[in-house]
């Protein structure tokens, strides 16, 4: 279960990369575009104040995203609807796909890349982005954590989240005739305030499965040990937490 306000904490560090792979999209009158994992719809907006005049469609698999973007103020040319991406089927050939922070979640998620490229309009663009932070301590602990014999047998239901490819790979997938792939990755040096931040950051994301299949006590013990081993990895400076945060960006472009 998603929470859009736990997520919503550092919103300025989470829509950053977002608004970065979009930098490296070339569109200038999409008709169509979608927003594949669009969470609570604060960015998906983002693609029609820049594209006024496109049909833009946000869908998301969680109720409680979903329900977070349709209670907002409604936006011209938007729609949201509650569904999987790997169900998703465009209306027509999209000009525009974006997927930003989902794919991790998502099994085979390079199988599906190569579908949506394969599905643009011509001339249209896809842009994903995934945290490339498989082995950094945030989620390299909570692996270590989830595998420890106090934990493993609770956790067997908890889906945590998966490997990003690295940038040469998704060049090497992507890349074909008709298209041109522009892939890079960039690790964002965070400087987080206030108590346990990396512990905070990591609750609205890859924690989140991890917490729903413990009862109340369990989650709290759970949090306890990840925090206490969170704050040796990232510990709190004068100025703030550093929080090194590596990401990974692909767009694709369909040429022709
Ligand atoms: C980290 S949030 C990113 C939300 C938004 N794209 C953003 O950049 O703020 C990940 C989102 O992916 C959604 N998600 C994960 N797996 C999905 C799937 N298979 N189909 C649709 N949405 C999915 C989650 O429900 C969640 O809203």
Not at 19 to 37: M, N, S
Not at 47 to 65: F, H, K, T, Y
Not at 160 to 170: A, F, H, K, M
């Amino acid at each position: 279960m998603w929470d859009a306000v736990q997520y919503g904490r550092y919103g300025d560090e989470r829509s950053r990369p977002f608004f970065e792979l979009l930098a490296r999209v070339g569109a200038e009158k999409p008709g169509y575009v979608a927003d594949l994992g669009c969470g609570p719809g604060n960015l998906t907006v983002r693609l029609a104040e820049r594209w006024p005049g496109a049909e833009v469609v946000g869908v998301d698999s969680s109720p409680q995203m979903i329900e977070a973007a349709l209670s907002a103020q409604p936006s011209a040319g938007v729609s949201f609807a509650l569904g999987d991406v790997r169900d998703w089927r465009p209306a027509r050939p999209p000009d525009v796909l974006v997927s930003n922070a989902v794919l991790q979640w998502v099994p085979g998620h390079r199988d599906l890349v190569v579908r949506w490229a394969g599905q643009l309009a011509a001339g249209g663009w896809l842009a994903f982005q995934l945290p490339g932070n498989f082995g950094q301590p945030s989620q390299a602990i909570l692996r270590e954590l989830a595998a420890a014999p106090r934990w493993r047998p609770l956790l067997r239901e908890a889906e945590l989240n998966r490997q990003s490819d690295s940038p040469e790979g998704y060049a090497e997938l992507l890349g074909r005739p008709g298209f041109e792939v522009d892939a890079w990755e960039t690790t964002y040096v965070h400087v987080l305030h206030g108590a346990d931040p990396v512990v905070e950051w990591v609750k609205g994301t890859a924690l989140r499965p991890v917490l729903a299949v413990l009862d109340d006590e369990r989650a709290a013990a759970f949090l306890a040990d990840y925090g206490e081993r969170v704050r040796a990895a990232y510990p709190p400076r004068p100025f703030g937490t550093l929080f090194p945060f590596r990401r990974v960006f692909t767009v694709v472009h369909r040429i022709g």
